[in-house]
């Protein structure tokens, strides 16, 4: 069973920066590929995506412009940068993980396609 880990959550004030690190422990079970976040009272939620080579992203319209992600294969780690950061963005932010096959070009924006996931880290943004 796949080991993923998301570190980076916090408290920033509106207009600041976050970045999140996603690792996963066993490459052979599953490979960071796109992050949720899920607010209170809120189902989860598609944030971004990124395909195997690094070289396609897709990202939910709300952060489209101010978040990045973006993967290193030697270390099986995703991030996301997150900038200008809006009170909005508050959530638990989830890292999603596929087991091979991985798809060619950027994996989808459903939560059902990925089975393994991170415990999440907190992301507070105040006014």
């Known amino acids: 069973q796949a080991q993923v880990e998301e570190a980076g959550g916090g408290l920033v004030q509106a207009g600041g920066s976050l970045s999140l690190t996603c690792s996963s422990s066993d490459t052979g079970g599953g490979y960071p590929m796109a992050w949720f976040r899920q607010a209170p009272g809120k189902e989860r939620e598609f944030v971004a995506a990124v395909s195997w080579s690094g070289g396609s992203t897709n990202y939910a319209d709300a952060v489209k412009g101010r978040f990045t992600i973006a993967r290193d294969n030697a270390k099986n780690t995703m991030y996301l940068q997150m900038n200008s950061l809006k009170p909005e963005d508050t959530a638990v932010y989830y890292c999603?993980?596929?087991?091979?096959?991985?798809?060619?070009?950027?994996?989808?924006?459903?939560?059902?396609?990925?089975?393994?996931w991170g415990q999440g880290t907190q992301v507070t943004v105040s006014s």
């Open positions: 999603a993980s596929q087991k091979p096959p991985l798809p060619i070009g950027v994996p989808g924006n459903s939560v059902y396609g990925y089975p393994y």
